[in-house]
């Protein structure tokens, strides 16, 4: 936020409860201020935390560091029914996950969502002889990459060069083809903001994807 909320910060940090309605999938304050005495709003659980073991040499991580190999990505579109592509980068691969939350906004900007315990039920494919740079996500209706780096800049600069390796690898197209496609329909989005590195998602609707997908 802008400097000229600083003197205001000491009133952030409290505490908030949610209270979780999940007959009706929704969450409402459980002790709301006046103005937000109505507020409610549609859940959708999600994990923040996928990833598998870094590399040979990486430095130790924690389950709050996120890179190539996933992590602490915070990405709300981490939810039932969709593909998560992480690079198997240690035998056995090695994956963990958590940080489950009911609901999350773009960026995680205040540092927690609605937080909550879960029990996840989940499927693991190893693809043989495939390789990727970064995080991917698949959902019925689009592509997902990304970008994770110490810098908004550097994680949009990932998560673009990510999307168009997807669209040359797996879809055959060019270079200026991809230029095409992102320069007339991308989309981006800031996940989370609240780590030690940030992240940028670029996305591609796959009803623009008109050509076969390659083996």
Known sequence: MGARFATQADELGKPV????????????????TEHLKDYTIKV?????????????????VSTGDTGRFGGNMDFNE??????????????????????AHALQGDGETSQYALE???????????????????????????IMVLGQAGSLDEA???ATTGLIQWLQLDYGLTLPECAILL?????????????RSVGVALKLDKSLLTMPRLQ
């Open 78 to 99: 981490v939810v039932e029914g969709n593909i998560v592509y992480l690079p198997v980068q240690q035998p056995g691969a090695l994956l963990y996950l958590g940080d």
């Open 156 to 158: 949009l600069r990932s």
């Open 183 to 195: 320069g007339s329909a991308a989309h981006y989005s800031v996940p989370n903001l609240a780590g």
């Open 44 to 60: 959708r659980p999600m994990l923040g935390g996928l990833a598998v073991a870094p590399g040979f040499g990486s430095a130790p």
């Open 17 to 32: 409860r949610w209270k979780l309605d999940r007959e009706r999938g929704m969450a409402s304050l459980e002790t709301p």
């Open 116 to 142: 909550t315990s879960m029990d996840v039920e989940f499927t693991v494919d190893v693809i043989k002889a495939k390789s990727i740079a970064m995080p991917r996500v698949e959902s019925p209706d689009q």
